[in-house]
Antibody
């Protein structure tokens, strides 16, 4: 079965940086868009960013533009989220999710277990 | 930007009853060239990751019990759960994937009396 396993979460001070990773397996990673979705404590789901199969297109929610960078390594079957300039409001569980094959306009069929990120002094 | 509005915000019903959850988008998510509604429903149980229930508004994901159904088109959508079971306690989200933003509704919390 498809597996998505996030890592790299933790506690960081405001203004700090963190890099999340998502290890993918049991599917052809380089054939799918990949996404990050977050969930603030006690709140709903929020799309953060996604990246095309060959990394030639990337999209971000306005609140993270200029601070977060999504990337992928197809040779390693891995997705990343570099988070700089972290703010208290970035505190959330970050989920890695698989998007569509050859299209960004697709639902999220598979999700990871989530990586908790806490931004606090 | 599309705004997805779910109602009600929370729902408390008895075992065996029917739950009806509404999702309204601020603009149509029906793509006319293929006549598909770019609308998904997810279930998130306490402490778990979201799970896909329906896509294209009414296509049931493999493994989802048939007492769950999705319907609607354009801007108005409904998730119906017949004969509620204890394991249906969860928060349910709709999501549009018609735009790059993939906006989610705010969620509907379903509880059992």
């Amino acid at each position: 079965d498809v597996q998505l396993v996030e890592s790299g979460g933790g506690l960081v001070q405001p203004g700090g940086s963190l890099r999340l990773s998502c290890a993918a397996s049991k599917f052809t990673f380089n054939a799918f868009w990949m996404s990050w979705v977050r969930q603030r404590p006690g709140k709903g789901l929020e799309f953060v960013a996604h990246i095309k199969e060959d990394a030639s297109e990337k999209y971000y929610v306005d609140s993270v533009k200029g601070r977060f960078i999504i990337s992928r390594d197809n040779a390693e079957n891995s997705l990343y989220l570099q988070m700089d300039g972290l703010r208290v409001e970035d505190t959330a569980v970050y989920y890695c999710a698989r998007g569509g094959r050859d299209t960004q306009y697709q639902f999220f069929e598979f999700w990871g277990q989530g990586a908790p990120v806490t931004v606090s002094s | 930007d599309i705004v997805m509005t779910q109602s009600p915000g929370s729902l408390t019903l008895s075992l065996g009853e029917r739950a009806t959850i509404k999702c309204k988008s601020s603009q149509s998510v029906l793509y006319k060239s293929n006549n598909k509604n770019y609308l998904a429903w997810y279930q998130q149980k306490p402490g778990q990751s979201p799970k896909l229930l329906f896509y294209w508004a009414s296509t049931r994901q493999s493994g989802v019990p048939d007492r769950f159904s999705g319907s609607g088109s354009g801007t108005d959508f409904t998730l119906t759960i017949n004969s509620l079971q204890a394991e249906d306690v969860a928060v349910y989200y709709c999501q549009e994937y018609y735009t790059t933003r993939h906006t989610f509704g705010q969620g509907t919390k379903l509880q059992i009396k």
